[in-house]
Each structure stands twice: as structure tokens, then as C-alpha cells.
């Protein structure tokens, strides 16, 4: 489904919407001589929960309540992980029609961002999208490596 509903901005679930950003991070991945991240679910579960947090907070921070983005995922895996962060706030100053508009917002902005584009260009070989919005249009993304 290459067109999202009429209600984007009130559903909880954005999954198509997610792996599509996933994928077109891949795809950036290889234009750039990377290897493509593997999605990890449980990763994407921490991550939509940090977003919702973020939501009704009302601002993004990689830090809250002293965790860092490695602490909040260290706490749902059995093994040691390193976790960097990107967020993005989508303010709805663009409604985009089409996922793919969508998600090229956003990966347009964190290519074009020196901090955020290191993010998306480290070795790792694990990621995880979360995208959450709220009944009043706020939508926070995220993405971990």
C-alpha cells in the first residue's frame, strides 16, 4: 500500500510507514558502500514506547530521566548492545499524501544533518524505526543503531 489513510495522524500503528523508512535508509546505506541494517522488532517495540514518551512530553532529548539512548535499550535485551540515536519531530508543516513522501522528509532531513548522517553511516548491523503520532498531528521518529 503505497498511500496512507485519510486518518495517518490519529493511528497508533505506522508500520508500513516504518518499513519503508527502513528500507530507503537501506538503500542510502548502499549507495553509500554500507551493508544494509537488519530490523530488530524487539529494538522497534523500546523505541515506539521512547516516542510516545517523547510525544506527551511535548520535546525530543536522547536523554531523559538520566537514561541514555544505550541504557533505555539495554534494558529490554539479554545481551550488550550500543544504541545511537536519531529523532525527528515532524512539526506538520508538510502533510505529506504518500508514504514515501513521508519518509523521504525524513530521511532527507537526517542526511542533511552531520550528526544524524553519521548515525545512519556507522557500521553497525542492527536498526530499529519507530514511528508514533498523536491525535493532534505531533510525530516523533526514531531511530536507533
Request: with cysteine; net charge neutral.
Amino acid at each position: 500500500p503505497a498511500y496512507l489513510a485519510a486518518n495517518f495522524y490519529t493511528l497508533k500503528d505506522h508500520h508500513i510507514a516504518e518499513q519503508v523508512l527502513w528500507q530507503k535508509i537501506n538503500l542510502y546505506r548502499q549507495d553509500m558502500g554500507l551493508n544494509p541494517l537488519v530490523l530488530n522488532s524487539l529494538g522497534s517495540e523500546v523505541s515506539r514506547d521512547y516516542a510516545l514518551t517523547l510525544s506527551k512530553l511535548g520535546y525530543l532529548t536522547h536523554n531523559l530521566n538520566g537514561q541514555s539512548p544505550t541504557d533505555r535499550m539495554q534494558a529490554r535485551f539479554p545481551y550488550r548492545v550500543r544504541a545511537l540515536e536519531n529523532l525527528h519531530h515532524f512539526g506538520g508543516t508538510m502533510m505529506p499524501d504518500s508514504v514515501d513522501d513521508y519518509t523521504d522528509f525524513i530521511l532527507h532531513c537526517w542526511i542533511n544533518s552531520k550528526g544524524h548522517n553519521a548515525n545512519l553511516l556507522n557500521p553497525g548491523k542492527i536498526a530499529v524505526v519507530a514511528i508514533f503520532s498523536t491525535r493532534d498531528r505531533k510525530i516523533n521518529e526514531h531511530l536507533a543503531t
